[in-house]
Every structure is written in structure tokens, then in C-alpha cells.
């Protein structure tokens, strides 16, 4: 079975990710992470996503198109990564969030199953 790991940080968590001192262990055990995922034949996907301001909210109102720079929701922590993994049920994909690098910085992690769409 397929779950989502999403990484869900707050703005000190995504400065982390560009200051000089710090950034080098927080993408070295991101790194790590990854690689004991691709090593244990877990990993079916994922991404690291760029800060929130960099996004774009689209939704439909009143059947026309609203384009939005930036999130969805103004909140303290914003989505920045997730994984995919592939396991045999839900206490293996909490063991496998368990070892998030981002638990060490603070981040919170939300482990949900895909739906399995035909």
C-alpha cells in the first residue's frame, strides 16, 4: 500500500534550508533519508517543494478561473516535501515517518494513504 509522508514546515524551518551553518546537515540527513528509502525498496516518490511564497492557488468562483499568488491558507507551517513509500501497511509507514529528518527541526510530519485510483 502507497503513503504520502508530508513534510509540513514553519518559516524557520524553511530558513534552515539557506542559512550557511545549518543548511549543510539539514539536506545532509535529508540526503540520508532518501537513500535508506531507495536502499530498503520503499521509496515510489516524492519531492522537496520550493518556500510557500513561491506558490500559485488557482480555485473556481462563481465558474471563473481565481488565480492566486501564494498558498491557499495563510498558517503557520506550509507543505515543503513529501515522499512517497510503498509498504505493507500503516505502522511500517509511521516507522518509515518516524525517521524524517524534518522531526529534528521542528517540521510535522503527516503520514495519509493514497486512494489507489484505477
Known sequence: MKYAILINEGPEQFAIRNDA??????WGA???YGEALHKAGVFAGGAGLQPPHTATTIRHRDGKRVVQDGPFADTKEQL?????VDVPDLDAAL?????????????????????GMP
Open 21 to 26: 551553518d545549518k543548511a549543510p546537515a539539514y
Open 30 to 32: 535529508y540526503t540520508a
Open 80 to 84: 515543503a516535501g513529501f515522499y512517497v
Open 95 to 115: 516507522e518509515w515517518a518516524s525517521r524524517c529528518p524534518g522531526l529534528e527541526y521542528g517540521s510535522t510530519i503527516e503520514v495519509r494513504p493514497e486512494i
